[in-house]
C-alpha cells in the first residue's frame, strides 16, 4: 500500500467517491442497433438488432420528407414490493434510438411493412413493379 496524503478539505468527498465507486460494475455504454440491409430482385429488407424489444417499442412511419423513420423506445422500470435490502446502486432502464434511411427510388412506399421476431425488426420494402414496355413502336410523324 502507498501512503497518499489527502488534503484535510476534501475528505467528505474523498469518501463518498470510495464508497459509491462503482468502477467494478459494468456500465452498458449506448450505441445505435446494428442494421443490415439486404437487396434482391424484389425489394429490400432491413434488419435491426434489437433484443428484448417487442412490437410496441417500436414506430415505423414515412416522415413528409418521404423518408424510413425507426423509433425505438424503452423503459423499464421494475417496483419491488418487499425489499430485502437497499439499493447501494439502481439503474433504471431506458433506450431510445431513431435513424431516418433515405430510400431509393424504386422502393415501393405504400407496400412497405415491419415486424419483430426473435429480437430482430424486419422492415421489408419491395420495390415497384416495372410495367412490361410495349415492344410496339409507335412512330410520330415529324412535321
Given amino acids: 500500500m502507498i501512503p497518499s496524503r489527502r488534503n484535510s478539505q476534501t475528505w467528505l468527498p474523498d469518501i463518498f467517491n470510495d464508497f459509491f465507486d462503482t468502477e467494478w460494475m459494468g456500465r452498458m455504454n449506448a450505441t445505435a442497433p446494428a442494421i443490415n440491409v439486404l437487396e434482391d430482385e424484389k425489394g429490400y429488407e432491413l434488419e435491426l438488432a434489437a433484443p428484448g424489444m417487442t412490437k410496441e417499442d417500436f414506430q415505423v412511419h414515412l416522415n413528409e420528407d418521404g423518408n424510413l423513420v425507426i423509433e425505438m423506445e424503452k423503459k423499464?422500470?421494475?417496483?419491488?414490493?418487499?425489499?430485502?435490502?437497499?439499493?447501494?446502486?439502481?439503474?433504471?432502464?431506458?433506450?431510445?434510438?431513431?435513424?431516418?434511411?433515405?430510400?431509393?427510388?424504386?422502393?415501393?412506399?405504400?407496400?412497405?411493412?415491419?415486424?419483430?421476431?426473435?429480437?430482430?425488426l424486419t422492415v421489408e420494402i419491395p420495390k415497384v413493379v416495372k410495367k412490361a414496355i410495349d415492344e410496339s413502336k409507335k412512330m410520330i410523324e415529324v412535321k
Fill in 76 to 120: 423499464v422500470n421494475e417496483k419491488e414490493d418487499k425489499r430485502r435490502g437497499h439499493y447501494l446502486r439502481r439503474e433504471f432502464s431506458y433506450s431510445k434510438f431513431q435513424q431516418t434511411m433515405l430510400l431509393p427510388e424504386d422502393a415501393d412506399k405504400e407496400q412497405i411493412s415491419a415486424r419483430v421476431e426473435h429480437g430482430v
